[in-house]
């Protein structure tokens, strides 16, 4: 049973607050699949670019030997289309994609990997576990399931390599049952931090997966002291206001501060909100 001392120390609740009108409290869709506004594609670290709309985006890293997306949109023409573009405006093309590392099992995380495997041949990676899941037609899906292979399996523990860049990979299960979550090392005008990327930020269905999420939460910031992680990134960009953030950093010069660098205590906070929200919903659901 969780206990009132378990309860939050951040007092932070935005989620809720910043979730689109068309999804509820447990993140899934209300009704059909979400097209809200592009954002132009963005080099917001020396390294890192984001590609996507308001709802949801990849991120693109660049590496000595070509570029890693940490996820890859929606499946479907107008998302091929987003992310071409945007692999266009910042100088890249499908070619330059050698992985592609999903963080989980639903479509708007994997919609295009198999686009860019068949057709770039960039490779994709995943965890076993949410390869199943995302292949299951028992499985709720509101937007299909996943009609390819990834080329790999990646697991907590690992460290994926390409080129000069290492990513951390950490098990995250509750969103989805083998949800990964990624540290990255990333550069603001010469000089390294550490990104942090929450695999998946809605709540689960149900009191054995939000347990599941709550634990993660917990593990993964633990993670992420290890590794001193000064920076979070969402994929999901109401989670952490990046449509704001972006437009800073579209007009700051250099030597400003980066808005996405905020320090190992502010990561904290950011990463005990969805410990917090998972605790009280654990809570709440244990009262019934």
């Known amino acids: 049973m969780t206990t009132d001392s378990e309860l939050s120390y951040s007092g932070w609740r935005p989620l809720r607050m910043h979730r689109p009108p068309h999804h509820g409290d447990d993140g899934r869709p209300k009704g059909g699949k979400p097209e809200l506004p592009v954002i132009p594609a963005i080099r917001f670290f020396d390294n890192m670019s984001y590609i996507g709309d308001q709802f949801v985006g990849c991120f693109a ?75 299951d037609r028992n499985e709720f899906s509101p937007f299909g399931w996943m009609e390819f292979d990834a080329d790999g399996n990646i697991e907590g523990g690992d460290v994926f390599t390409l080129g000069d860049t290492a990513i951390h990979v950490a098990s995250t299960p509750g969103h989805t049952p083998g949800c990964l979550s990624f540290v990255v090392p990333v550069y603001d005008e010469g000089r390294k931090h550490m990104a942090a990327l929450w695999g998946g930020t809605g709540l689960p269905r149900g009191l054995e997966a939000k347990i599941q999420y709550r634990d993660s939460a917990r593990a993964f910031s633990h993670l992420c002291d290890e590794l001193g992680v000064d920076v979070e990134i969402a994929t999901h960009p109401f989670v952490d206001n990046s449509v704001e953030r972006f437009e800073v950093v579209r007009n700051i010069f250099n030597g400003v501060s980066n808005p996405y660098v905020i320090g190992r205590e502010a990561c904290r906070r950011y990463e005990n909100m969805f410990l917090d929200w998972c605790i009280d919903a654990i809570k709440k659901e244990e009262e019934k």
């Open 61 to 135: 890293i660049e590496t000595s030997v070509g570029v890693i997306l940490l996820d890859s949109l929606f499946n479907g023409d107008r998302y091929e289309q987003i992310l071409e573009q945007g692999l266009s405006d910042l100088g890249y093309s499908g070619n330059d994609i050698k992985a592609v590392l999903v963080t989980h099992g639903h479509t708007d995380h994997y919609g295009c990997a198999g686009y860019l495997q068949e057709r770039y041949g960039a490779k994709v990676y995943m965890s076993a576990r949410d390869e199943d899941f995302a292949k």
